[in-house]
């Protein structure tokens, strides 16, 4: 179900899509997060403040009323109810590839996190100020106050990897060498060029989407948002790690365990952008030292979720 016009929160009236072009395109994909959802949406209601702001949710195939409830509760979202989970890329290609066009910014975000007010203006006006940015995110933080490191990083190289195994970067956090995957030695309170941020809050230029066109539906699930910025890159484009604004992020607070299946997915998918995106540039004994020491890592992790007590609801970042 997808609606054909936007209404604003308290706004009492209505605007036809097609007869302007909106500030800002959220894409919520939601699987299983109703109650999440829920505060996500209360959360960017009161965030929009004078701009122009178009909001679809595509729930994939939830079984806790998830999209029951956003139809009930926010009849300003646009609805995309999927039978089937399609994974995260192609849920958010099916908002994207009718809609991008409409609108001079497109935020990916999560449904497990809070907006406050003022972050849509202050990221929309970073944009502004930075034409050469095609991507931004801003300041993630998670609800124990700490940094959600997925909000910059680095390439994904061999050594950044390497270093990550070894837990190198979290023994030397400050280190320009060894903190290369989570960029820990960069001041998170300042705006700096990055490599990646997360799909989580993802801020992303249309022009920009344009030139590198839609997701890559061959991830399921994590490391498409890399992906993009990696292919942004690739073409001139800008990302910017921007604490201009701070947001919340639930990441995994509901328990300590994590699913198989999000342990299986990252791993492959952090080796199907590694193969796509950073392998060409290194020999094939390189990369078979790479793909063996992630799966080495991914049997760990396993091994290692084993022993922890409770499963977690998989989260998407």
Known sequence: MTETCRQKPDSGRQVSLRAQINDLLVVIVNWNTAQLLERCLTSLAGAFDDLSVRTVVVDNASTDGSAEMAARKFPWVELIHNQDNVGYARANNQALLPNADDASYILLLNPDTEVPVGTLRAMIDFMESHPEAGIAGCRVVRPDGQLDWACKRGYLKPSALFYRALRLDRMFPNSRRFATYSLTYLDDNHVHEVTTVAGAFMMIRRECLAATGLLD????????????????????????????????????????????????????????????????????????????????????????????PTKRVPSRK
């Open 217 to 308: 539906e061959s991830y399921f699930m994590y490391s498409e948002d890399t992906d993009l910025c990696y292919r942004a890159k690739a073409l001139g484009w800008k990302v910017f790690y921007a604490p201009v604004s701070t947001i919340l992020h639930h990441k995994g607070v509901s328990t300590s365990k994590l699913s198989y299946t999000m342990i299986r997915h990252w791993y492959g998918s952090t080796w199907k952008l590694y193969r796509k995106q950073i392998g060409p540039k290194y020999s094939a004994m390189v990369n078979a030292l790479v793909w063996s020491g992630l799966w080495t890592m991914c049997a760990i992790s396993l091994t290692t979720n084993l022993l922890r």
